[in-house]
């Protein structure tokens, strides 16, 4: 079962911050939040993880509250080539090692004009 | 730099047929999996590799085998295809070990099975 919950579908106005949630209430000590999003069928594409601090990269902010059972992606000025499905992921580490991501269904992120 | 690379992009099986769906990467990860992607439900994932020799299974696994021979090639069999299977592929990979561990997909494969 996917451990995140995030809405299906959002609007934002071009040249705005778009602020995408998720929910993740049952994440434990170990698990990471990534954030990927698949633009119209393509291959899903990275745009940030974290595990309890607030990380930044060119592409987007991840706010992660400090219970860490939400968080929030952020793209601070939304462009009409950000509109795809963004997926908020868990890693789950199992007892060898092994990395896993629990892929939900993802919020589609409308950018319009 | 190619990143990584499925073929083909698209393919028609009739039912019982076999086929293999290649994956090769150039940036020397040793991680790679499969995942499958349908209508209404989030990528899962079919199997997975942490090295040459090493495979696992993941969430479905079943109809499906996997081989790793080298690290840069991951090819994805089905023994015998069924309409179930009918579905996109990604292939996808990442460095073992650190934080950084995102993962690069391939453009994916459009499996239509009759």
């Known amino acids: 079962d996917a451990k995140t919950t995030q809405p299906p579908s959002m609007d934002c106005a071009e040249g705005r911050a778009a602020n995408l949630p998720c929910n993740h209430s049952?994440?434990?000590?170990?698990?990471?939040v990534y954030w990927y999003r698949q633009i119209h069928s393509q291959g899903p594409q990275y745009i940030i993880h974290g595990l309890k601090n607030n990380e930044t990269n060119e592409m987007a902010s991840l706010i992660i509250t400090e219970d860490r059972k939400s968080s929030t992606l952020i793209l601070p000025h939304a462009t009409l080539r950000d509109t795809a499905v963004y997926y908020c992921i868990v890693r789950v580490v199992n007892a060898g090692n092994n990395r896993k991501l629990i892929w939900g269904l993802g919020t589609s992120l409308a950018v319009n004009p | 730099n190619a990143g990584v690379t499925q073929t083909p992009k698209f393919q028609v099986l009739k039912t019982g047929q076999s086929m293999t769906l290649q994956c090769a990467q150039d940036m020397n990860h040793e991680y790679m999996s499969w995942y499958r992607q349908d209508p209404g439900m989030g990528l899962r994932l079919i199997h997975y590799?942490?090295?040459?020799?090493?495979?696992d299974q993941g969430e479905v696994p079943n109809g499906y085998n996997v081989s790793r021979s080298t690290t840069e090639d991951f090819p994805l069999r089905l023994l015998s295809a069924a309409p179930s299977q009918t579905s996109v592929y990604f292939c996808?990979?990442?460095?073992?070990?650190?934080?950084?561990?995102?993962?690069?997909f391939g453009s994916g494969t459009q499996l239509s099975v009759l």
């Open positions: 996808a990979s990442s460095r073992t070990g650190g934080r950084n561990e995102k993962l690069f």
């Open positions: 590799s942490v090295g040459a020799g090493i495979t």
């Open positions: 049952t994440i434990s000590g170990n698990e990471y």
